[in-house]
């Protein structure tokens, strides 16, 4: 606690993703659209999931909880660095830089682990057809969940760990959009070396770990499906080519980011959009648009509230005022 006191910084300087103004105001109207694709269409997804009984399997239901971490993920940082567009001084307070790299770090470790989960759920139902229903119970779904989050938790409370007992006494730029935790920690007076090896440690190493894991089961899935027809094969190297892109988009600048932070480059930024923006915009188009079932359901759910109400649908109340 005696750091955090020595701390005189309340506040950090957000250089944000470019200085022109010309393309603030273009980065203003482009990821405001992309924001509320996001969030509709997640929660399209949510939807959809929970209110089609014939959706109520384990593949949906992981795609369900992904979609709401997605949401999660789009939101810790994306509405300030849209306001920030318009805003000549883009600064955050010291509490608020510590609650972004709380949340991101829950959420994409969280993240992470659901891929993993779901890569499982796949490996499962190809490989293990007969045993699928037993392996993959609604208890054995609940469980994955909440092993993902209680890792992102684990992850998250590790890194601030040692992160909010820094000394903050004089530098207080961020050349990011948020407060990213390699360049936070570079502004700390003292020697960050120690802090760096943590990162790599907790950070680069639960990033390598589950995307070894992901790659190994898609391995595992094209192997087996090899074996049985060759238009299974390119059925199933379809899907999943779609869910790798995904993954490498993800997963690579989180690597690159989090597995060498002794170095800070300006492409780091611009890494970052792609797993805190623009995969939770990829995921429901591979997930859910390649999906026939999804796509079934969700037409049949905006069919059922986009069209008009027959008197005879609507609610008695409604009836008896006409």
């Known amino acids: 606690m005696d750091k955090v006191n020595s701390s005189v910084v309340s506040e950090f300087v957000l250089l944000g993703l470019c200085s022109s103004q010309d393309l603030q105001l273009f980065f203003f109207v482009f990821f405001s659209v992309l924001y509320v694709v996001i969030v509709l269409g997640n929660l399209l997804i949510i939807m959809t999931v929970t209110s089609d009984n014939s959706l109520h399997s384990p ?17 810790f940082a994306t509405p300030k660095m849209i306001a ?50 037993v392996i993959m119970s ?10 993902s ?26 050349d990011s959009f948020f407060c990213d935790l390699p360049r936070v920690t570079k502004l700390a007076c ?13 950070s680069g190493i639960l990033s390598l ?30 899907t999943l080519a779609a869910h790798i892109t995904v993954v490498i988009l993800f997963f690579g600048p989180c690597i690159f980011i989090y597995v060498w932070p002794f170095t800070t480059y300006p492409v780091d930024k611009l ?27 969700m037409r049949k759910i ?12 609507m609610p008695l109340v409604v009836r008896n005022s006409l």
């Open 209 to 238: 770990s589950t995307f070894s894991l992901l790659v190994v089961s898609y391995i595992i899935i094209l192997v087996t499906v090899w074996f049985k027809s060759s238009a299974a094969m390119a059925k199933a190297f379809s």
């Open 302 to 313: 905006m069919t059922y509230y986009l069209r008009p109400k027959k008197i005879s649908e």
């Open 84 to 133: 920030d567009f318009l805003s000549e001084h883009k600064t955050i307070s010291f509490s608020g830089c510590i609650a972004q790299i709380f949340f991101i770090h829950l959420f994409t470790g969280g993240e992470m682990v659901l891929l993993v989960s779901m890569a499982y759920d796949r490996y499962v139902a190809i490989c293990k057809p007969l045993h699928y229903v």
């Open 149 to 174: 989050w209680a890792v992102g938790l684990v992850h998250t409370l590790s890194q601030l760990s040692f992160t909010v007992n820094l000394p903050f006494c004089g530098p207080n730029v961020v």
């Open 59 to 75: 593949m949906y239901f992981l795609l369900g909880n992904l979609s709401f971490v997605d949401i999660c993920q789009a939101s």
């Open 138 to 147: 609604r208890r054995t779904c609940s469980f994955l969940v909440m092993v």
């Open 190 to 202: 003292l020697d960050s070396y120690t802090v760096e090896i943590l990162i790599v440690v907790n």
């Open 271 to 297: 890494l970052a959009i792609f797993y805190t923006i623009f995969t939770p915009i990829l995921n429901p188009i591979i997930y859910t648009l390649r999906n026939r079932d999804m796509k079934a359901a």
